[in-house]
């Protein structure tokens, strides 16, 4: 769609970067073409019920702890990276219009971009790039803050370990990073049991998370400077991470 990358048709004030169209990355087509990539994918899965109930009920509160760690009102400009199924971005978008600010959304995949637009309202102050989170075309510095919703376990490690150093890069010293994703369920949860066999089916790299901390794959300028919040028996994970200098 055109005001994807259009600029001129919002009155929000456009980055300074020309995004380029992004390749497709190889895990997408394999692993996840069901989710994203299939023309039917986003008919299927553009529910919050069904992505609600693939988080066994915890969007809501998921995505509302993230929100809610971001601000009420958000100035300046706000990253994305990666669209969500869902309400998430509508309703971060909300909180950058009252902040006056503006969201940058990136993602690979143009036809998840569209749909992204077709669920926003006209006025909402966003940004829509096609871009690989791995390469991010923006300068360093450009963003005020950063969330990064469920994206983390799709990646294959080193696309996971760029993705997290172009956020620290493009966000600036202080600001701050909101990362929600899975994370190993502690021993008592019957999740353990049930859900690792079904994410290993589906989602190849998710186990990763399970395996070892988030701060494995963060910049080291990072490590030190984080909170963790564990969510429904620790099958979830959110980290705030203040941005190093
Ligand atoms: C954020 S993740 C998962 C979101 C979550 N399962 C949901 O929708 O509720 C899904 C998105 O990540 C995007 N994505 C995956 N790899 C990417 C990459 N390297 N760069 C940008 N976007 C990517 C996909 O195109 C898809 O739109």
Request: net charge neutral; charged share 20%.
């Amino acid at each position: 769609m055109s005001d994807i990358v259009s600029f001129e048709q919002t009155p929000w004030p456009a980055p300074s970067f020309a995004p380029l169209p992004a390749s497709v990355p190889y895990y997408l087509s394999a692993h996840y073409w069901w989710a994203y990539v299939h023309p039917r994918a986003v008919q299927v899965f553009e529910r919050q019920w069904l992505v609600n109930l693939i988080l066994w009920g915890n969007y809501p509160r998921l995505s509302e702890s993230a929100l809610d760690e971001l601000g009420d009102e958000l100035p300046g400009a706000t990253l994305q990276v990666a669209c969500v199924y869902g309400d998430l971005t509508e309703q971060l978008c909300a909180r950058a219009a009252a902040g006056g600010g503006r969201v940058d959304i990136v993602d690979v995949l143009p036809i998840q971009l569209q749909n992204l637009r077709s669920k926003l309202p006209p006025d909402a102050p966003a940004h829509l790039l096609p871009m690989n989170s791995a390469d991010l075309a923006m300068p360093t510095g450009s963003y005020d803050r950063a969330l990064v919703f469920f994206l983390l376990h799709e990646q294959p490690r080193h696309v996971r370990e760029r993705t997290l150093a172009e956020v620290a890069r493009v966000v600036k010293p202080g600001g701050k990073i909101v990362v929600v994703d899975y994370a190993r369920p502690r021993w008592w949860n019957p999740l353990r049991y049930l859900w690792g066999p079904v994410l290993a089916l589906l989602e190849p790299f998710a186990l990763d998370l399970w395996r070892q901390e988030l701060t494995a794959w963060l910049p080291p300028a990072c490590r030190g400077r984080l909170r963790k919040r564990s969510f429904f028996g620790g099958l979830y994970q959110q980290l705030v991470i203040a941005n190093g200098e």
